[in-house]
């Protein structure tokens, strides 16, 4: 039963001539499904109704070709084909009796129009991103142009049956281009003065809103400060503009570090005022995007006035079923985000979304997979996980919602492996998550039992009386070198200056100074390095790549992750290999020339690759008659055992092994979403 201190989050809201049946509002966010995958996608969007938001938007939708972001997907509203195809996802949204929003875009500059080839547009000519081409300076006719292929934008929308469009005009998009006074230098009616920058804006939204008429609610995306992180007051005159024409405010706040390698920051509590301020301004309903950490947030942003509708992206992600959980009083089996921005780097990657908390996201139509629904098996089985790390605990939890006996063996007395490591690394605690949820939710099944400190041989498996076995245990990171730049084992590392990463996570320390060796390229070199300055070690990062863990550029962390070590001292040296320890230092070797050069090394940290631990399995599997003599009809290795990655792969793994446990190849094969030739 729902908590009588949340009935307020499931108000109905009314917005313009539509109404919301709550306060949940699955804001618009990418997918790294668009216009590609349209029937991944609005399967996936479907779920999230049915998890209880009240309204779901889209991605980011392109309105002609002149906006093309290709190799990103995105979605796209060109055509009555785009209008068949996103027909569907608000068909799946309406059917669980939610609103549908579309986010009508154009990128301007930001669009290098690489499928299209049409000329990118701005109201400049400036470099188009990321390509060393320049933008076409919008004359008049591009205008009008742009206005007619925004308004017919708008008319299929309506064809399609969303009931919300938004004009966008955040993210430095094509329209906070004009809006923006460092951008905007055109001498004639749409730039110098506010209320020529902004006359586009009012334009396209006055165009919107004759198309939506009385069937469809208008919205904008907007920041509620300007791009160099001030100008909060200009952008008041902004709401004070058009509060007459828009319906709902979707307020954001410019931060484009990641761009512009900048930091833009406001404080948490001016944004808050300010948002309140549009809120009082305008009348209209308000909504932000936040990464809402639990339900008392959602609540107290509300409470406060902050805001009439509670916006978010990722925890729509991690737990699709946030608001049904909330409603019917089941606080303790939500899943929590743990802000790893994995989801994000679907989109930059262009594959369909992941997210580390729910292996289901980007599954649901391919797949058919269900984030609270797992078919009962059809035949109970004994089943061993030995590794409660993220791919045991996702698995033992996934088997035992089946109905299946599962015993849980770990071999040490804590649960959760590298994810209870890693949570303890500088800003990482909310990783824990992972762990704690799963462990939460298995116990509260009678039939998993979990057996701490019990480290098993292939004799002790068999002895089970298990029909199956799901080997879990992890992996391990090497201290040899072997990885992109070594791939066979450098015999210098093997030196008592060398410790691992598993050593630094276990609280050993090395002498300084410390080189940490980064081949990795993604989180834990830098965390160590981090770890180890803020504990007062002179330490130098040296990476193979050309930035501070450069795969975090997929995440949005990278900028903020290379200033940090910049503020703590860090030394840091790009696009260079440790070849080699001699005494004393570290030979390092240029990417390029290959050019050599020393630097001090008292304390060596290679972080390079992993090593599957993965002996279990191969005694296991080294004798078959004695496992067909135990009655064990099936051995599999998941997660990191098998091959080390993400916490998001290990527990993808676990949850897919758990799934397919005992059916057929062509039982479990995904379907396949394609464009077949006539």
């Known amino acids: 039963m729902r908590d009588p201190r949340f009935d307020v989050l499931f108000e109905p809201v009314r917005i313009g001539p539509v109404t919301a049946p709550n306060r949940f509002y699955q804001v618009p966010h990418c997918t790294g499904m668009g216009n590609i995958w349209p029937a991944t996608l609005a399967e996936m969007r479907g779920v999230k109704a049915e998890g209880g938001w009240g309204v779901v938007n889209t991605e980011y939708c392109s309105i002609d070709p002149s906006s093309d972001d290709t190799p990103y997907p995105y979605a796209s509203l060109w055509d009555e084909g785009d209008v068949r195809n996103l027909a569907l996802m608000v068909e799946k949204v309406h059917a669980h009796g939610a609103l549908a929003g579309v986010e009508l875009w154009h990128g301007g500059l930001r669009s290098a129009n690489r499928l299209s080839r049409s000329s990118a547009l701005g109201p400049v000519s400036l470099p188009s991103e990321p390509d060393p081409e320049q933008c076409k300076a919008m004359d008049l006719a591009d205008i009008k142009a742009l206005r007619a292929a925004h308004k017919a934008a708008v008319l299929r929308a309506r064809a399609a049956g969303f009931d919300i469009v938004y004009v966008y005009a955040a993210h430095t998009y094509l329209i906070a281009q004009f809006l923006?006074?460092?951008?905007?230098?055109?001498?004639?009616?749409?730039?110098?003065?506010?209320?020529?920058?902004?006359?586009?804006?009012?334009?396209?939204?006055?165009?919107?809103?004759?198309?939506?008429?009385?069937?469809?609610?208008?919205?904008?995306?907007?920041?509620?400060n300007d791009e160099d992180g001030r100008g909060q007051e200009e952008r008041r005159a902004i709401f004070e503009m058009i509060k007459g024409e828009i319906d709902l405010f979707d307020v954001t706040i410019a931060d484009y570090s990641q761009e512009m390698g900048v930091s833009r920051f406001i404080k948490e509590a001016s944004l808050e005022a300010e948002i309140a301020h549009v809120r009082a301004l305008t009348g209209k309903p308000v909504v932000s995007v936040g990464r809402f950490t639990s339900p008392e947030t959602m609540l107290s942003q509300v409470k406060r006035g902050i805001l009439d509708l509670v916006g978010a992206a990722r925890p729509s992600i991690a737990d699709p079923?946030?608001?049904?959980?909330?409603?019917?009083?089941?606080?303790?089996?939500?899943?929590?985000c743990i802000g790893c921005n994995i989801c994000y780097a679907g989109d930059g990657r262009g594959v369909p979304i992941r997210c580390t908390q729910n292996p289901t996201m980007g599954e649901e139509w391919r797949r058919g997979w269900h984030p609270e629904q797992v078919a009962l098996a059809s035949q109970r089985e004994k089943v061993l996980v030995v590794g409660a790390g993220p791919a045991g605990l996702e698995a033992a939890l996934t088997l035992g919602r089946q109905g299946h006996e599962v015993m849980l063996?770990?071999?040490?007395?804590?649960l959760g492996g590298r994810v209870t490591r890693e949570s303890r690394l500088p800003?990482?605690?909310?990783?824990?998550?992972?762990?704690?949820?799963?462990?939460?939710?298995?116990?509260?099944?009678?039939?998993?039992?979990?057996?701490?400190?019990?480290?098993m041989t292939a004799e002790d498996v068999r002895a089970t009386g298990a029909a199956h076995v799901l080997v879990a245990t992890g992996s391990r990171w090497r201290t040899d070198g072997r990885g992109r730049h070594h791939p066979a084992a450098e015999p210098s590392f093997a030196d008592p200056r060398t410790l691992g990463p598993d050593d630094i996570m276990d609280g050993r320390r090395p002498e300084g100074p410390v080189v940490v060796y980064d081949n990795d390229h993604y989180l834990m070199g830098a965390l160590i390095a981090e770890l180890l300055a803020g504990e007062g070690h002179e330490v130098t990062y040296v990476t193979s790549a050309g930035t501070v863990s450069s795969?975090?550029?997929?995440?949005?962390?990278?900028?903020?992750?290379?200033?940090?070590?910049?503020?703590?001292?860090?030394?840091?040296?790009?696009?260079?290999?440790?070849?080699?320890?001699?005494?004393?230092?570290?030979?390092?070797?240029?990417?390029?020339?290959?050019?050599?050069?020393e630097i001090a090394c008292a304390g060596f940290v290679p972080v390079t690759s992993r090593e599957p631990e993965d002996s279990l399995w191969l005694a296991l599997g080294d004798r078959g008659e004695a496992n067909a003599e135990a009655g064990l009809l099936s051995i599999a290795r998941i997660g990191d055992c098998k091959a080390p990655g993400f916490i998001a792969s290990a527990v993808y793994d676990g949850h897919k092994a758990a799934r397919e446990l005992g059916l057929e190849p062509a039982a479990v094969a995904p379907r396949r979403e394609r464009v077949i030739v006539d």
């Not at 006359?199 to 069937?215: C, G, M, P, T």
């Not at 063996?409 to 804590?414: R, V």
């Not at 290379?562 to 030394?571: A, D, N, P």
């Open 551 to 597: 795969w975090t550029s997929f995440t949005a962390e990278q900028t903020r992750g290379q200033k940090r070590m910049i503020e703590l001292g860090v030394r840091i040296v790009v696009s260079h290999a440790v070849a080699r320890l001699i005494p004393g230092g570290a030979v390092l070797a240029c990417g390029y020339s290959g050019r050599e050069s």
């Open 180 to 224: 923006d006074p460092a951008i905007n230098q055109r001498g004639d009616a749409y730039g110098g003065s506010l209320q020529n920058r902004t006359r586009l804006y009012r334009e396209l939204i006055a165009d919107a809103r004759e198309v939506a008429a009385d069937r469809m609610a208008v919205a904008t995306r907007i920041e509620v």
């Open 427 to 455: 800003g990482l605690a909310e990783w824990a998550r992972v762990r704690d949820w799963r462990v939460h939710q298995i116990g509260k099944l009678g039939n998993v039992e979990i057996f701490r400190g019990s480290a």
């Open 321 to 336: 079923f946030l608001p049904a959980k909330i409603r019917e009083g089941r606080l303790d089996d939500i899943r929590e």
């Open 409 to 414: 063996a770990e071999a040490t007395g804590d």
